[in-house]
């Protein structure tokens, strides 16, 4: 059974940063992909980002430019680099892993709350 631990959640103003990171129990190189969704208060989950075990990133629209993620392999971690918060940012943001075919892994999640 893998474990997605999840940190660097928080409370930050509004134009603030935080990084949130999301460590494997194992090496994360058998995973294909591995990202990051978010919920909202009151709304589904949504995707926020993902990267593939080749380095190939993908962003939802609503954070292209302000957020970055990127993988260590090394340390079976992948990070999400956070920068010009907006309070519609707040959200739990959950951690997921991808091995196809096998279920998704997913982090016990971590709140973001951006104030105005």
């Known amino acids: 059974q893998v474990q997605l631990v999840e940190s660097g959640g928080g409370l930050v103003h509004a134009g603030g940063s935080l990084r949130l990171s999301c460590t494997a129990s194992r090496t994360i190189f058998s995973f294909d992909v591995m990202g990051w969704y978010r919920q909202p208060p009151g709304n589904q989950r949504e995707l926020v980002a993902s990267?593939?075990?080749?380095?190939?990133?993908n962003y939802a629209d609503s954070v292209k430019g302000r957020f970055t993620i990127s993988r260590d392999n090394t340390k079976n971690t992948v990070y999400l680099q956070m920068n010009s918060l907006r309070p519609e940012d707040t959200a739990v943001f959950y951690c997921y892993a991808v091995q196809y075919g096998y279920p998704n892994y997913w982090g016990q999640g971590t709140q973001v709350t951006v104030s105005s």
């Open positions: 990267i593939t075990n080749g380095g190939r990133t």
